[in-house]
């Protein structure tokens, strides 16, 4: 078999990849990534449209003309981030990760950017240390937390919402509408917070430290925008739900890193 990588040119080869991510997690985690979102297919079209000038770069594993697995990285100024890596289950003994891994590397290298970075979730043991067999190296961790809203009729902080502002709505709602997430941000006497949006269901945040609710103002006003959705809080901090006893931690994922000092073999 004479394995073949090159970018994704195709909506059919698209739709594969997004089966293959399905399949490769668990439906809870799945359902709490925008991988789940309807139109996650139609932005990867959009992501990619400028091909090999994209930020994003869709790069496939082809057996003949079958997709057999695919890499998505995210083309930063100092960093290429890997999205995503997933490998048909019939072809995982043939060491096309690694050779995914290895094109990605080669063109980083060639854009003069020197590290790989990544994150994989903690309970997918075998992945993490397939990742330090490749010269990944652990920098930090996230704990994800869940919690409800209050619901209007039996919290009293609803009965007077802090002042906020939504900035960016006709944007989100525009992006929302096509792709199923979206984004935007809530302007308060403390500060902005950027929130995300993942379909109906979740609001997503993701913290640097544990002061974010600021005395329970974002949960008002997230509360008072959409009361149904739940909220997903992304937080380095390991005690959060210490402080808030309608958080509960879900998952944990593991940011990793790997320098480049040397050219990486090129796999064409």
């Known amino acids: 078999m004479k394995v073949q990588f090159r970018p994704l040119d195709s909506d059919k080869d698209i739709q594969k990849a997004c089966r293959l991510l399905r399949d490769s997690m668990p439906e809870r985690e799945y359902n709490r990534t925008i991988f789940s979102c309807s139109g996650y297919p139609q932005y990867l079209r959009a992501a990619f449209w400028c091909r090999t000038h994209a930020a994003t770069m869709l790069i496939g594993a082809y057996d003949g003309e079958h997709l057999i697995g695919f890499a998505e990285w995210r083309r930063l100024e100092t960093q290429f981030v890997l999205n995503n890596l997933n490998v048909d289950a019939a072809y995982r003994s043939y060491g096309i990760g690694s050779r995914l891994i290895a094109y990605g590397e080669e063109l980083a290298l060639k854009e003069g950017v020197g590290t790989l970075t990544l994150d994989v979730f903690a309970w997918n043991e075998h992945a993490y240390e397939w990742y330090k067999r490749l010269g990944f190296v652990e920098t930090n961790r996230t704990y994800w937390y869940e919690r409800s809203l209050y619901s209007r009729g039996n919290s009293p902080v609803m009965d007077s919402v802090p002042p906020y502002i939504v900035e960016d709505f006709p944007m989100a709602e525009a992006h929302h509408a096509a792709y ?16 995300g949006r993942l379909g109906a269901s979740y609001y997503r945040l993701q913290t640097q430290n544990g002061d974010w609710d600021w005395n329970g103002s974002l949960i008002a ?14 937080s380095p901090d390991a005690g959060l739900a210490q402080c808030d006893s309608g958080l509960v931690m879900i998952s944990e994922s593991v940011r990793m890193n790997k320098k480049l000092e040397e050219r990486a073999v090129y796999y064409g």
């Open 180 to 195: 199923g997430f979206s984004s935007l941000r809530i302007r308060m006497q403390r500060g902005t917070i950027q929130v």
């Open 221 to 234: 006003a997230l509360t008072d925008l959409d009361p149904e959705r739940r909220l997903l809080l992304l």
